[in-house]
């Protein structure tokens, strides 16, 4: 069994090239759940859809994110009624939050409506949060009119990351516990991959939930993690704005160092060779290859290399 730490569409790319050299029987994807957040009285688990629209084969290839052949009428209506639309749901994308909200509400943990989500949707792999517990990312920033505390959705589709940001962290992952199931995918582990996603608020959200580092780190198996920053830039997202407020530099050795004690080995992107040393010295080996996903054979190569390194 091969177990994902996974955030949002870095990793649902990546777990699709994954997908084309490994069996998607024998992997277990636990999935960040800090973005979650509620919408029109909606439960919205932005980066667990990522991860199940893409291995679906039913994401959007061209936008990126959300469902293909997406439409936008409630939306719109919604806004007409003077209704926040910062946070585009469309009206595919709809039915999933309605299904796991009425699931929630009739008394299903967040892992049982993951499930049956998948189940509907036929996501090839087993997807798990990483918690049924709430937790939730709040980012510290400075905002026009001094300083604020932002819901990590706010900061990020709201506000466009436009803040400078002081501090990050996660609201009740104290009392969060991992989600059933993510304790035992991680001992019975042959590998474990830590995906090229966010560091800050993808991956160290689930390594924050009590239990789940110490898990990685007492498995019996190697530990591989992806590089989401090449050439001293985030292929996507705002990690450049996050990694300093984290005390990481934003480049592939600020990343490694966040995972230094934890994981073995370090896929760094071959622009970034000349860091392959010092990503060594921190303990970890550093597998040299290109990682930018365009096609999803650049994924399916880049999964390979980092299998190779299990």
């Known amino acids: 069994m091969l177990v994902a730490l996974a955030g949002g569409v870095g990793a649902a790319k990546f777990l699709r090239g994954l997908l084309r050299v490994h069996d998607p029987d024998d992997l277990v994807v636990v999935g960040n759940t800090a973005d979650d957040l509620r919408m029109h009285g909606l439960a919205i688990s932005p980066d667990l859809d990522s991860v199940a629209y893409t291995l679906a084969g039913l994401a959007d290839e061209e936008r990126g994110w959300g469902l293909a052949g997406e439409t936008w009428t409630v939306r719109e209506a919604l806004v007409r009624l003077g209704e926040p639309g910062w946070f585009a ?3 595919r994308d709809l039915a999933t939050h309605l299904l796991r909200t009425r699931l929630l509400h009739e008394g299903a943990t967040l892992t ?16 798990l949060p990483m918690s049924d517990q709430r937790v939730e990312t709040r980012v510290e920033v400075d905002g026009p009119d001094g300083p ?10 709201g506000r466009q990351a436009r803040d400078p940001v002081r501090r990050v962290r996660f609201e009740g992952v104290e009392d969060a516990r ?13 590998g474990i991959v830590l995906c090229p996603s966010n560091p800050v608020v993808s991956i160290a ?15 019996p198996c190697r530990v591989v993690a992806v590089t989401p920053i ?4 985030p292929v ?17 050795r600020g990343v490694a160092g966040l995972y230094a004690g934890l994981a073995d080995a370090f896929v760094l992107d071959a622009v970034d060779a000349a860091q392959a040393a010092a990503v060594a ?12 996903m365009r096609t999803v054979e650049d994924a399916a190569a880049l999964a390979k290399a980092a299998l190779d390194a299990l």
């Open 89 to 91: 749901l469309g009206d």
């Open 148 to 157: 604020e505390d932002l819901g990590f959705q706010e900061y990020w589709v």
């Open 178 to 190: 991992p989600a059933p199931g993510v304790l035992e995918a991680v001992a019975e582990a042959r």
């Open 112 to 127: 049982q409506a993951t499930a049956e989500l998948c189940r509907r949707l036929r996501v090839p792999v087993r997807l």
């Open 230 to 233: 090449v050439g001293g830039a």
């Open 205 to 219: 959200p689930i390594l924050a939930v009590p239990g789940i580092r110490q898990a990685i780190r007492a498995a």
């Open 281 to 292: 010295g921190l303990g970890l080996a550093p597998v040299v290859v290109p990682t930018l």
């Open 236 to 252: 996507r997202g705002m990690a450049d704005k996050l990694l300093p407020a984290w005390g990481a530099e934003v480049s592939a």
